[in-house]
T-cell receptor, first 113, second 114 residues
Framework: RKEVEQDPGPFNVPEGATVAFNCTYS??????FFWYRQDCRKEPKLLMS???SGNEDGRFTAQLNRASQYISLLIRDSKLSDSATYLC??????????????FGSGTRLQVQP | DAGITQSPRHKVTETGTPVTLRCHQT?????MYWYRQDPGHGLRLIHY???????DKGEVSDGYSVSRSKTEDFLLTLESATSSQTSVYFC?????????????FGQGTRLTVV
């Protein structure tokens, strides 16, 4: 089983729609959670961190459910510029006792006019 | 933009040859990572470093080695390149892997092994 799993999509939505992505993680010792955005053939960039109480940044809302080990990202009022791949990222504990960032395979979003 | 550069940006090499990719940072961040990205797999961790001379294996470390002799440089070596190592390689840096800490990525190296 992958440490971080995401639905690969693609999610094809019209402009103005609300879309939600989920991500599950397997390591209950994971401490930190993030959503990154990656545009085609570009490097990933941080979209937002995910906090235990949930957090919002403009049209984006992230939530964490530790009991069920999943993270969600909600995008409201989708724009054409939101078209990208969204990567779920988890700070996982390695066998050595050190932590490293583990990425999901990403969910592709295509917003259509 | 964070000061992180990868070199080379593109490389074509032959099967069986050694290849070294370089990641250089000017941010003095403690953690440095090497990932590879392939269609359908997202970014997979190859190796990472949590300090000078301190490195650890990731989930796809076979066939790769790394070295970090100073804070700013993290080298990834393919000891004998194979076609399965054709990929896009990303280097990332962060102060720590903890909450609220952003990881910054280089622009990637596109490696083709023929």
């Amino acid at each position: 089983r992958k440490e971080v799993e995401q639905d690969p999509g693609p999610f094809n939505v019209p402009e103005g729609a609300t879309v939600a992505f989920n991500c599950t993680y397997s390591n209950s010792a994971s401490q930190s959670f993030f959503w990154y955005r990656q545009d085609c053939r570009k490097e990933p960039k941080l979209l937002m961190s995910v906090y235990s109480s949930g957090n919002e940044d403009g049209r984006f809302t992230a939530q964490l459910n530790r009991a069920s080990q999943y993270i969600s990202l909600l995008i409201r009022d989708s724009k054409l510029s939101d078209s990208a791949t969204y990567l779920c990222v988890v700070n996982t504990l390695r066998d050595t006792g050190r932590r490293a960032l583990t990425f999901g395979s990403g969910t592709r979003l295509q917003v259509q006019p | 933009d964070a000061g992180i550069t990868q070199s080379p940006r593109h490389k074509v090499t032959e099967t069986g040859t050694p290849v070294t990719l370089r990641c250089h940072q000017t941010e003095n961040h403690r953690y440095m990572y090497w990932y590879r990205q392939d269609p359908g797999h997202g970014l997979r961790l190859i190796h990472y470093s949590y300090g000078v001379k301190d490195t650890d294996k990731g989930e796809v470390s076979d066939g790769y080695s790394v070295s970090r002799s100073k804070t700013e440089d993290f080298l990834l070596t393919l000891e004998s390149a194979t076609s399965s190592q054709t990929s896009v390689y990303f280097c990332a840096i962060s102060e720590s892997p903890g909450q609220g800490t952003e990881a910054f990525f280089g622009q990637g190296t596109r490696l083709t092994v023929v």
